[in-house]
């Protein structure tokens, strides 16, 4: 008798969550009608609608109302087989980019696990046609996250027009500087979430200011992949419902808030271990339930249109445009953001320059959208890529670190060798391909970058077209 109390109690909980799951359903299937019929009329009640998304968007409606609030679905309909022909008549020049990354992907997911199974199949096929039909964007590994994401709630066309939305500015301002060659947004974002982050928790900004920690070096993949790659995905899902629906600034307050909710953990850390804090909080910190609300009370929007007048105006007057446009931004923000030149040069400055310059290659340099050479080797076509005295840059400024024999440069760049593959891929791998960072232990501080041979990809055992995705043309060797 206890027993089946017992039972029965548990049993309670459950039912109200199930029915209070039910409820829910029923108001938003209410909400979009048959095929998404009463959008329209619904979404004129922005506040309504706002509630509703934060709170979370059904999973079986997911798909469906990530395409209304998006945009993406009236580009489908005035697009009737457009999607269908790139796939099938159009070659793209990342295609061999594309193959190789793919099992990179969300790698455990079941979706995505089996070799040239539908997931991977349906990944390379709407990548490949966002390549080709946004040429100057081509391909970027990062882009496959959110791509994967998409493609576990809707089909490759829905998923294809959604990504045209979200980089094109179908409902929001475009977003395709994301994966632009310089990284131009990245380092926009970069720029304004310090500045918020130090604004928002000053004690926190003035920490950061004296371990020399910069938000390239955690913050790059939060806004390339939109979370998706490192956070838990019941977590990433919520932020993505008010994404599609707010834009961009929902990537903001998810990240001060985290930074504020372990605030008295952080100001307390030195170097090393703020770098991988930075990247691995805590469980309680991946709640959705705690972590959103905290999210919403960051108010951001007009600070950002101010920072980002501040961040243009800035650049209007970098003197270092002997890098050209690309790189512009971004050695702005370097050279005049994160030194002060009035003043004498630290002890540690050619650390500090090594490092930024080090990030800034990690973005400008591996996240080339341009096809590499024909004559360059697999592993190292992205190395090798018209930016090659930038690698004598950053030879130049390791080599002044080790003279001065900064106590902190080894241990620090030790911590950022895998850092490597963030402006590529998110941070995604522990397998560097295209370039890495090989540093001695403790204090010695040497910094060797050299270029990694990859074995090319396996050519397919079946004949098949030039642009199938079993199609894995081998390549010369580095």
């Not at 590994?141 to 939305?165: K, N, P, R, T």
């Not at 790659?229 to 019941?234: A, I, L, R």
């Not at 630290?346 to 591996?366: D, R, T």
């Not at 397998?431 to 990694?452: F, K, P």
């Amino acid at each position: 008798m206890e027993k089946k109390r017992i039972d029965e109690g548990v049993q309670v909980p459950d039912r109200l969550a199930k029915s209070k799951e039910e409820k829910k359903l029923r108001k938003w299937r209410k909400m979009i009608g048959v095929g998404g019929s009463d959008w329209k009329h619904y979404v004129r009640r922005k506040s309504h609608v706002k509630r509703r998304i934060r709170k979370g968007i059904p999973d079986s409606l997911r798909g469906l109302v990530w395409q209304l609030i998006s945009g993406s679905r009236d580009l489908l309909l005035m697009n009737p087989g457009v999607y269908e022909q790139i796939v099938i008549y159009e070659t793209s020049a990342s295609e061999l980019d594309i193959i190789r990354d793919i099992s990179r992907t969300f790698p455990s997911h079941v979706f995505y696990q089996q070799r040239h199974g539908p997931g991977q199949r349906s990944l390379y096929n709407v990548l490949k046609a966002y390549s080709v039909y946004d040429r100057e964007v081509g391909y970027v590994q990062g882009m496959g996250f959110l791509a994967g994401l998409l493609l576990l709630y809707m089909s490759e066309e829905d998923a294809f027009w959604l990504l045209v939305a979200l980089l094109k500015g179908a409902v929001h301002a475009p977003m395709e500087g994301l994966y632009l060659e310089g990284l131009p947004l990245v380092q926009q974002y970069l720029f304004q979430f310090d500045l918020l982050m130090r604004e928002y928790m000053p004690k926190l900004g003035e920490h950061f200011t004296q371990e020399t920690i910069n938000p390239s070096m955690y913050g790059s993949q939060w806004f390339i992949t939109v979370f998706s790659y490192s956070f838990p995905f019941h977590l990433a899902l919520r932020i993505c419902d008010v994404f599609f629906y707010e834009g961009v600034k929902i990537v903001f307050k998810v990240g001060l808030a985290l930074q504020k909710y372990c605030h008295d953990d952080l100001v307390n850390l030195p170097f090393e271990k703020l770098i991988h804090a930075l990247r691995n909080f805590p469980d309680d910190a991946m709640n959705p339930d705690k972590l959103l609300p905290m999210a919403y009370s960051f108010k951001v929007s007009k600070r950002l249109e101010e920072l980002k007048l501040e961040y243009e105006k800035k650049n209007e007057g970098c003197p270092l445009n002997m890098f050209g446009s690309a790189y512009h931004g971004s050695f702005c923000n370097i050279m005049f953001s994160n030194l002060n030149w009035s003043t004498p040069l630290p002890f540690s400055a050619p650390f500090q320059i090594g490092v930024h310059i080090k990030h800034l290659i990690e973005g400008n340099v591996l996240l080339q959208p341009q096809a590499p050479p024909p004559t360059v080797g697999h592993g190292c076509r992205r190395q090798a890529r018209n930016q090659g005295w930038w690698g004598l840059m950053v030879g130049v400024m390791t080599v002044v670190a080790v003279v001065v024999d900064s106590p902190e440069f080894g241990g620090g760049l030790a911590a950022e060798a895998d850092q490597v593959a963030v402006g590529r891929n998110g941070g995604v791998d522990d397998g560097v391909d295209s370039l890495e960072a090989v540093v001695a232990g403790s204090g010695d501080g040497v910094c060797i970058w050299r270029c990694v041979p990859e074995a090319p990809p396996a050519p397919s055992d079946a004949k098949s077209k030039p642009n199938s995705f079993s199609d894995a043309r081998p390549v010369r060797r580095c």
